[in-house]
């Protein structure tokens, strides 16, 4: 567990600023670049007003999709790095925590 808390899952696919902090942006990106497959497989778009449960939410890149299209997601994962790297990104992308929770399951 302790190599997840220092590098998130994901998280190597965004570059690190001069603070060491992850571009999310990119990190989804070329998450979606890699595997292009999971946008249609997860089918986002239909997720309005569904409960969602994410388990393993590493860089939140599929959590956030769940939650802009409407989703009462709740997501968790192992270390708090994650989820805290997945607050930051809904933060950044304007996105209502009020709609969903994150924890650790510990």
Do not use: H, N
């Amino acid at each position: 567990m302790t190599y997840w808390q220092k590098d998130v899952c994901g998280s190597r696919y965004g570059k690190k600023d001069y603070d060491g902090f992850v571009d999310l942006e990119v990190m989804a990106r070329e998450r979606y670049r890699l595997e292009p497959y999971i946008p249609d497989f997860a089918d986002f778009k239909t997720a309005k007003d569904k409960q969602v449960l994410e388990i393993g939410v590493g860089g939140g890149a599929d959590f956030c999709c769940w939650v802009k299209a409407g989703a009462r997601a709740t997501g968790i994962d192992l270390t708090e790095a994650a989820i805290k790297l997945t607050k930051r990104r809904l933060t950044e992308l304007g996105l209502p925590q009020d709609a969903c929770r994150l924890t650790t399951g510990r």
